[in-house]
């Protein structure tokens, strides 16, 4: 059996003797507050990877979207991401509740360049904050409130290579399995058919968005 875990490195200073230091843009572009700029950025982003951890650290990822500008920026230090309607696991909210942490990489699509937030963070349910959360039209049931510790473009190296945005380098529909499969294949129901479950994901798109 292979071990996986041989030769896993164990300080920053073995990572250091792995890598040269960061240019003088990568290694001074980091700030801590979000200014006109990042403003600017986050008004046009319509899709927000949010990155947290458990009590434990087990990690998750998970996206967030909604109109141009969906994330509010409160003020110079804080913004807020309001909680959609969605499948009810509150696996990010729950991470925060118990971490009290949270990462954030906003993406505009077709821009290579990314915005990277990362900070304090917890859940807010004051009715005064969710009154001016409504992207979809009414108040979420909570928010994310992220505190800008740390705050920083990133490069567009990862799309380039990529080519996320290019339309020509997408696999066919048919090369990749269907929303449905992969649903129908994790959830070990044999009551259920793919047909089933891509009627179920038919149905939440058209009645469960807002």
């Not at 996986?4 to 801590?32: F, V």
């Not at 230090?77 to 990010?92: E, Q, S």
Request: charge should be negative; proline fraction near 8%.
């Amino acid at each position: 059996m292979i071990d996986h875990h041989a030769g896993a490195l164990t300080s920053e200073d073995e990572l250091r003797a792995l890598y040269e230091p960061p240019s003088g843009l990568a290694a001074t572009k980091e700030i801590d507050h979000l200014d006109e700029m990042c403003r600017r950025l986050i008004a046009c982003s319509p899709l927000v990877m949010v990155g947290s951890a458990d009590a434990d650290g087990r990690c998750d990822v998970t996206p967030r979207g909604g109109p141009p500008g969906f994330v509010t920026v409160l003020d110079d230090h804080h913004l807020a991401v309001p909680d959609a309607t969605g499948n009810r696991r509150i696996d990010t909210i729950r991470n925060v509740v118990a971490n009290g942490h949270a990462g954030l990489l906003f993406l505009v699509p077709g821009r290579g360049q990314t915005l990277r937030v990362n900070g304090g963070a917890w859940v807010s349910a004051e009715p005064a904050l969710l009154e001016r959360l409504t992207p979809v039209g009414k108040p979420p049931r909570s928010a994310l409130v992220v505190r800008a510790d740390e705050v920083f473009a990133h490069c567009p190296k990862a799309f380039v290579r990529s080519g996320a945005w290019r339309p020509e380098t997408w696999l066919d529909a048919e090369q990749q399995p269907s929303p449905a499969e992969v649903s129908h294949a994790h959830a070990r129901d044999p009551g259920l058919s793919v047909a089933d479950v891509a009627e179920m994901q038919a149905e939440s798109l058209r009645s469960r968005l807002l």
